[in-house]
């Protein structure tokens, strides 16, 4: 389950895609098995996608226990061919983030 909580270490990606809406589903699919490709990698937390409703991003809200985790998870999708395919289907435009701040209701 995602983590937000402020000063916990945790680091957050934050990739927004933009893709052509026909592509949506295929990259969403993709990023799955991404993720589950990953899950089991000492530090791996958590991975959550989003879709537009207008059908032209999709963002992936992916933690890792700390940065170290995160390069192995990098790492990991590298070399099997996932950032490469993620290629072929969208613009990547990821971010590395830790939590400052949270209000909760």
Do not use: C
């Amino acid at each position: 389950m995602a983590n937000i909580e402020v000063n916990k270490g945790v680091v957050t990606q934050i990739n927004v895609f933009k893709v052509a809406p026909e592509n949506q589903q295929a990259l969403i699919d993709l990023l799955i098995k991404s993720a589950t490709s990953v899950r089991d990698l000492p530090g791996w937390i958590s991975a959550s996608i989003h879709r537009s409703l207008d059908g032209t991003r999709v963002v992936n809200y992916a933690q890792a226990e700390n940065m170290e985790a995160q390069e192995r998870v990098i790492a990991s999708l590298r070399e099997n061919g996932f950032l490469d395919r993620n290629k072929l289907l969208a613009e990547a435009n990821p971010g590395l983030y830790e939590v400052v701040y949270t209000l909760i209701r």
